[in-house]
């Protein structure tokens, strides 16, 4: 049986990992978030058969060592992190504070028989883009704001610690991610919460900016391959949408698909963190994929079908 370890598992990509990896059951899965910005309501609704949830401030050396000495990890996602750009921005210092997460992470990791870390790192970490599509090893790291410097100084963590002590390290670039237990914080699950409450959708700037969209079940599928075959150890794989939209354009499919009588009203643009443009080479995503990824239109109809999420 593997013992693994999920921090900030009460989270919405940290929650849908943890119920994919419980579904096996050759797995004991011990969940931690210290519920900052995690919920409860999103822990999964199985059998406690073969996991646990503890209420942990993994930042905190004491309180993870307590865990992380009792259980013995085979493996460790580790999740956890202040997360969203306009709480970001405005916690800068808590931002950084994640840095001791990490730390923590890895020391304790090192000396308890860990055998690899899976880590959430950003797209925020390219900063502006220099070229496009953004690639793992020819992409520059460049982006100042806080929230991206720590996802940068973690990733250099991961790799020092694989030289000098040989854990093992996986990174996963996240990109922007949806699904059904995202918070209303972010783009989609807002702009849709506002949509079907026929309410203005507010758009920082023009709206001429892009992203891409993945779907939550194409994210895990990809670490879940990545965590059982054994790809790209010691590697960075960006997981993403494959395809550009403008925020505006997002706002009036919203609006087209859920039959909204919604307007779009413009707020002033962001001081910093809201890069012009986003697209990750999901070149070794769908090499884990093993399957086209979900195009956006069905993603917005999956969520459809989940109107609980509204309420959390």
Not at 165 to 188: A, C, H, W
Not at 270 to 284: A, F, Q, V
Request: hydrophobic share 40%; aromatic share 10%.
């Amino acid at each position: 049986m593997k013992t693994i370890l999920i921090t900030g598992g009460a989270g919405f990509i940290g929650s849908c990992l943890a119920e994919k990896l419980i579904a096996d059951k050759d797995n004991f899965v011990v969940i931690v978030d210290d519920l900052s910005t995690g919920d409860l309501k999103k822990l999964p609704v199985l059998p406690k058969n073969n996991w646990n949830f503890i209420k942990c401030d993994v930042n905190n050396y004491r309180d993870i060592a307590e865990i992380m000495l009792s259980y013995r990890f085979d493996f460790v996602f580790h999740y956890a992190a202040l997360v969203g750009v306009k709480r970001t921005q405005e916690n800068p210092v808590k931002v950084l504070a994640d840095i001791h997460g990490i730390e923590n992470i890895l020391n304790l990791s090192k000396n308890t028989g860990v055998k690899r870390v899976f880590f959430s790192s950003s797209s925020e970490i390219y900063g502006e883009p220099v070229e496009l599509p953004q690639n793992e090893y020819t992409t520059p790291l460049n982006s100042r704001i806080p929230y991206a410097i720590v996802k940068n100084v973690a990733e250099a963590y991961l790799k020092s610690y694989k030289k000098e002590f040989g854990l093992e390290y996986t990174i996963f670039r996240f990109f922007n991610t949806y699904g059904p237990k995202q918070s209303k914080d972010f783009v989609m699950s807002r702009f849709l919460h506002m949509a079907l409450k026929n309410q203005n959708i507010t758009i920082y700037g023009d709206g001429s900016q892009t992203r891409t969209f993945c779907y939550i079940d194409d994210n895990i599928d990809v670490c879940i391959n990545a965590f059982y075959e054994n790809q790209f150890v010691n590697d960075v794989v960006n997981i993403g949408g494959e395809f550009e939209i403008s925020i505006i354009n997002l706002a009036k499919k919203i609006i087209e698909i859920t039959n909204s009588t919604s307007k779009i009203t413009h707020l002033p643009e962001l001081k910093e963190g809201d890069m012009t443009r986003r697209l990750p080479d999901i070149n070794k995503m769908k090499m884990l994929l093993k399957r086209e990824p979900i195009l956006l239109d069905e993603g917005i109809a999956k969520l459809l079908k989940n109107l609980n999420y509204i309420s959390h």
